[in-house]
């Protein structure tokens, strides 16, 4: 099982609606998750972090987190042509000294916002 | 607001040759990681680093790879005996405490011709 998975896409989504990004992850242990944005060419940018159950919301963006079901989620509301993107998940995994400092990328999930 | 600097950008190397590449982390962090992404490919793990010490390190982080922290302020990565398959961008990273947001340079593109 891969540590952390994502649909890689393309999602397409209207201009204005809501893009919903899922990911899942394979260690139980792990307390910290992450969105980051990549455009082409451009280095991973981080736009949201959730270390509990529940929904967290920043501006257009909310992150949601089940650790029961080892699942998290982006929602971005109101997508924008300049959403298109790629979401990468990221999760700190348990590592061989014991502690959580392996922050572990999905393979990503492209967006494509179209007017 | 504080960044994660890296350079050079692009560098271009031999196959077989030694590469430095270098990062400055931001300024109060102390969890530093290199990442590296084939085109095309995954954002992969390498090495997370603290206290002068590596902390964790991927089954790609070989004894091609070492890290050092050579003075307060900057953060290499040395690949040595470089091959065609070593060309990616890679990342560097720091976060202020462990499991804690990790913010990304802009990358150096390497490429072994």
């Known amino acids: 099982q891969k540590e952390v998975e994502q649909n890689s896409g393309p999602l397409s989504v209207p201009e204005g609606a809501i893009a919903s990004l899922n990911c899942t992850y394979s260690?139980?242990?792990?307390?910290?998750f992450f969105w980051y944005r990549q455009y082409s060419g451009k280095s991973p940018e981080l736009i949201m972090s959730i270390y509990s159950n529940g929904d967290k919301e920043d501006g257009r963006f909310t992150a949601q987190l089940n650790k029961a079901s080892q699942y998290v989620s982006l929602l971005i509301r109101d997508s924008q042509p300049s959403d298109s993107a790629t979401y990468l998940c990221?999760?700190?995994?348990?590592?061989?000294?014991?502690?959580?400092?392996?922050?572990?990328f999905g393979a990503g999930t492209r967006l494509a916002v179209h007017p | 607001e504080p960044e994660v600097t890296q350079t050079p950008s692009h560098q271009v190397t031999q196959m077989g040759q030694e590469v430095i590449l270098r990062c400055v982390p931001i300024s109060n962090h102390l969890y530093f990681y290199w990442y590296r992404q084939i085109l095309g490919q995954k954002v992969e793990f390498l090495v997370s680093?603290?206290?002068?010490?590596?902390?964790?390190k991927s089954e790609i982080f070989d004894d091609q790879f070492s890290v050092e922290r050579p003075d307060g302020s900057n953060f290499t990565l040395k690949i040595r005996s470089t091959k065609l398959e070593d060309s990616a961008m890679y990342f560097c990273a720091s976060s202020e405490e462990a499991g804690g947001r990790a913010f990304f340079g802009q990358g150096t593109r390497l490429t072994v011709v």
């Open positions: 990221a999760v700190n995994i348990g590592g061989l000294s014991g502690g959580y400092n392996k922050l572990i």
């Open positions: 680093f603290y206290n002068n010490e590596i902390s964790e």
């Open positions: 260690d139980r242990g792990s307390q910290s």
